[in-house]
């Protein structure tokens, strides 16, 4: 009887410790993947700080390139609110890079502003943030996953399930996003 009664224990145990592992893994996902975004967060910030003086710069060389001015500061607008989901703020980013594409094409057809160092300087500076928010965007995705496969798989399922983990959205680019447009300076 005693070994019943001390087998019965050693397995509440055993299930008790293994709980404790599985919940404390799910959280360290968690603050992970929130962690990751909050990265991304921070270089969208640096590009959507970015892009007026970019379109200043422009605008002092193509006057009546208005429309398009316009439309990347009303897609800068928009993917610079807060409180968009991953999924949101992929698309607004997407519409972004877009207005972005149409105006270094405007910037084509002047020849002063793509001689402008000021102009160079900051195009640099936007590269240079959209590789950092692609790395960003690769080290999200991963946590993602492996936090979503945790929350999917048994038995670590029951324990997401009984204190409300959930699956986490992926950040991602559309089709006609993740080719950069193609500019010649």
Same mark, same amino acid.
Do not use: C
């Given at each position: 009887?005693? @070994? ?13 410790? @293994?709980?404790?592992?599985? /919940?404390?893994? *799910?959280?360290?996902? %968690?603050? *992970?993947?929130?962690?990751? @975004? %909050? ?19 422009? !605008? ?23 409180? #968009? #989901?991953?999924a949101e703020q992929a698309q ?9 594409? %149409?105006?270094?094409?405007? +910037?084509? +057809? /002047?020849?002063? *502003? !793509? ?26 995705? +991963? ?26 959205? /992926?950040?991602?680019?559309?089709? #006609?996003? %993740? ?7």
């Amino acid at each position: 009887m005693e @070994w019943i009664i001390g087998g019965i224990f050693a397995f509440i145990v055993i299930v008790g410790l @293994w709980a404790i592992v599985a /919940y404390n893994g *799910l959280v360290k996902l %968690r603050n *992970l993947v929130q962690e990751a @975004w %909050r990265q991304i967060d921070v270089e969208l910030q640096r590009r959507h700080d970015l892009i007026p003086n970019l379109v200043e710069t422009v !605008k002092g060389y193509a006057k009546h390139e208005r429309a398009t001015l316009e439309e990347v500061t009303q897609a800068r607008t928009i993917a610079a609110a807060p409180g #968009s #989901s991953p999924a949101e703020q992929a698309q607004q980013e997407n519409v972004l890079t877009q207005a972005l594409g %149409r105006l270094f094409a405007v +910037a084509e +057809a /002047y020849p002063d *502003l !793509k001689a402008n160092q000021n102009f160079l300087q900051l195009q640099q500076e936007l590269t240079n943030t959209e590789d950092r928010v692609a790395a960003g965007r690769r080290f999200y995705n +991963a946590n993602v996953r492996t936090l979503n496969t945790r929350i999917e798989t048994f038995p670590t399922n029951l324990i997401a399930g009984m204190f409300g983990f959930h699956r986490e959205e /992926y950040f991602e680019t559309v089709e #006609s996003a %993740r080719t950069a447009p193609n500019v010649q300076f």
